[in-house]
């Protein structure tokens, strides 16, 4: 596991498991989506959220916890709005 710069051990377990929960309920919420008729406005919303969660991913990947942290809020965001929450 690599660490973002100025984070412990602990901190990038802990940012990594949030983000991950993060991840996980934008999932859940554009699954609710599948069976609703979304106008082109809500579409393209669905496309940035999922865009997000992508580059989340990638922040992941690299070890970038915090990038991967605030690009999985985002999308959570945007979901649980969209979802209705």
Excluded at 1 to 7: D, P, R
Aim: proline share 0%.
């Amino acid at each position: 596991m690599q660490i973002s710069e100025g984070m412990n051990q602990q901190q990038a377990s802990r940012e990594l498991q949030t983000t991950n929960q993060l991840l996980a309920t934008a999932d859940a919420n554009l699954k609710k989506l599948t069976n609703r008729q979304l106008n082109s406005s809500q579409q393209e919303t669905v496309e940035q959220i999922k865009s997000y969660m992508q580059q989340a991913r990638t922040a992941v990947n690299s070890g970038d916890w915090q990038r991967a942290h605030t690009l999985a809020s985002k999308a959570n965001l945007l979901s649980a709005e969209l979802a209705g929450h």
